[in-house]
């Protein structure tokens, strides 16, 4: 099993400034199957970035994914008020499909 | 658009079955491109993928439930179900019920989107 760590475990910044994620795989991640989700509180996690580094249907483009192997970054460029939420990641290339523990995006 | 709406008891008991109902709008269950599959979140943890099923009932579970889990879809009525044996406390999560594109050859699938809103089930006498 595809163990997935996301570093750090709480983030705080402020609005405006750039978060960088972290998402690293116990072993390689093939064909770069790994997704990005945003769960706001209360709410079901939504779909942000597809193979590493294609955002879904009506993403912002503030946010990119980048990444290979065992190692994937999720960049917010300038957070806006909403961006603040806890971020998953997922890899989809070897079952179990596994998620990483997340990683909680708070306001300073 | 594809909406999910997961329903089903929100209290189980110890030992008992956990039966849940996820029930599609907006799109059909019977199709060859798509999984429909459950991922649960315990209170202040991670997610985990329980499976997923194809219309057509090809399957693939978590092996770490896999003895105590069944996907099953019903294309008559737009919808799928996970039932989920033996029941103890640390079944206790948020259940999501989700869509995600088969792989080419279909060799599994690809990632989850959309997502139904989440049920809380508590396991607890």
């Known amino acids: 099993e595809i163990v997935l760590t996301q570093s750090p475990g709480t983030l705080s910044l402020s609005p405006g400034e750039r978060a960088t994620l972290s998402c690293r795989a116990s072993?390689?991640?093939?064909?770069?199957?790994l997704a990005w989700y945003q769960q706001k509180l209360g709410q079901a996690p939504r779909l942000l970035i597809y193979?590493?580094?294609s955002r879904a249907t009506g993403i912002p483009e503030r946010f990119s994914g980048s990444g290979s192997g065992t190692d994937f970054t999720l960049t917010i460029s300038r957070l806006e008020p909403e961006d603040f939420a806890v971020y998953h990641c997922?890899?989809?290339?070897?079952?179990?499909?596994?998620f990483g523990q997340g990683t909680k995006l708070e306001i300073k | 658009q594809l909406h999910l709406q997961p329903s089903g008891p929100g209290l189980v008991k110890p030992s008992e079955t956990l039966s849940l109902t996820c029930s599609l709008s907006?799109?059909?269950?019977?199709?060859?491109?798509?999984?429909w599959g459950w991922i649960r979140q315990s209170p202040g943890k991670g997610l985990e993928w329980i499976g997923s099923?194809?219309?057509?009932?090809?399957?693939y579970y978590n092996p770490s439930l896999k003895s105590r889990v069944t996907i099953s879809v019903d294309t008559s009525k737009n919808q799928f179900s996970v039932k989920l044996d033996s029941v103890t406390a640390a079944d206790t999560a948020m259940y999501y019920c989700?869509?995600?594109?088969?792989?080419?050859?279909?060799?599994?699938?690809?990632?989850?989107?959309?997502w139904g809103q989440g049920t809380l089930v508590t396991v607890s006498s």
């Open positions: 989700a869509r995600a594109r088969r792989k080419f050859g279909d060799q599994g699938f690809l990632w989850f989107d959309p």
């Open positions: 907006g799109g059909s269950s019977r199709t060859a491109d798509y999984y």
């Open positions: 099923s194809s219309y057509n009932w090809n399957t």
């Open positions: 072993q390689s991640v093939g064909s770069n199957y």
């Open positions: 193979g590493a580094s």
């Open positions: 997922q890899q989809y290339d070897s079952l179990p499909y596994t």
